[in-house]
C-alpha cells in the first residue's frame, strides 16, 4: 500500500515569506507527528495529532509555526514569516494507532525547506 | 531530561567488514529503543526496535542490535557490510506515557568498495 506522502519534495522561500507543507499520512493511521531535522542533527519533535486534535504542541519551535489536520487524515504545517534558521528537512510519520512509544512511526521522505 | 548519543558522526567501513554503531541513552526507567535507517532522498525506516524481553534484537537486512541497561547502550551490529547499507542510522527512544521519540544526531555510514 502507498506510505507516508509529503509535498512538496523541496521549497525555495524568500525571507519573510509563509509556507505550507502538507503530509498525507497511510490511510487509516490515527497518530501522525511532524518532526524537523536540521543539517547535522537528529530529528527533533515539533507536534502530534491524535485524529484531529494536538493533545501536544509543545516542540512547535515559535507562534510562527503552526498545523492542523483535517478529516483525520491530510495534516498542514504552516511557518509565517520564514526565518533563515527555519531551513531544514521537514518530516511527517503516521502511526496506526495511538502514539505511544512502542507503536512504529512511518516516515515520509520529508520535504527541504530553504529559507534564501 | 532524557537525550540519546551517537557518538560517531561518521564512520567508514570496507565492504564485507563488520559494523558497529553506538548508541547510549539517558532515561531513568525501562526505555523503548528503536533504530532507523536513512538513504539518501528517503524518509526513516525502521531497522529494529527493543521493548523488553530478550536483550538481544534482530532486525531487516541482517542487522541485530544488543540492548545494555548497565552501560545504557543499545549498539547497533552488522557482521558484514554491504554497499548498499550506505546511508544515515539514527537511534531514538521512546518513553512511557509519551507518544514522541527522541532521537540521536545520527550516523553517516560511508562503504569503501
Known amino acids: 500500500g502507498a506510505g507516508v506522502s509529503q509535498s512538496p519534495s523541496n521549497k525555495v522561500t524568500e525571507k519573510g515569506k509563509d509556507v505550507e507543507l502538507r503530509c498525507d499520512p497511510i490511510s487509516g493511521h490515527t497518530a501522525l507527528y511532524w518532526y524537523r531535522q536540521s543539517l547535522g542533527q537528529g530529528l527533533e519533535f515539533l507536534i502530534y495529532?491524535?485524529?484531529?486534535?494536538?493533545?501536544?504542541k509543545s516542540g512547535l519551535p515559535s507562534d510562527r509555526f503552526s498545523a492542523e489536520r483535517t478529516g483525520g487524515s491530510v495534516s498542514t504545517l504552516t511557518i509565517q514569516r520564514t526565518q533563515q534558521e527555519d531551513s531544514a528537512v521537514y518530516l511527517c510519520?503516521?502511526?496506526?494507532?495511538?502514539?505511544?512509544?512502542?507503536?512504529?512511526?512511518?516516515f515520509g521522505p520529508g520535504t527541504r525547506l530553504t529559507v534564501l | 531530561a532524557q537525550s540519546v548519543t551517537q557518538p560517531d558522526i561518521h564512520i567508514t567501513v570496507s565492504e564485507g567488514a563488520s559494523l558497529e554503531l553506538r548508541c547510549n541513552y539517558s532515561?531513568?526507567?525501562?526505555?523503548?529503543l528503536f533504530w532507523y535507517v536513512q538513504s539518501p532522498g528517503q524518509g526513516l525506516q525502521l531497522l529494529l526496535k527493543y521493548f523488553s524481553g530478550d536483550t538481544l534484537v534482530q532486525g531487516i537486512k541482517g542487522f541485530e542490535a544488543e540492548f545494555k541497561r548497565s552501560q545504557s547502550s543499545f549498539n547497533l551490529r552488522k557482521p558484514s557490510v554491504h554497499w548498499s547499507d550506505a546511508a544515515e542510522y539514527f537511534c531514538a527512544v521512546g518513553m512511557d506515557s509519551s507518544y514522541k521519540l527522541i532521537f540521536g544526531s545520527g550516523t553517516r555510514l560511508l562503504v569503501r568498495p
Open positions: 510519520a503516521s502511526s496506526p494507532r495511538q502514539g505511544l512509544p512502542y507503536n512504529e512511526q512511518f
Open positions: 495529532f491524535q485524529g484531529n486534535s494536538a493533545p501536544d
Open positions: 532515561y531513568g526507567a525501562t526505555p523503548y
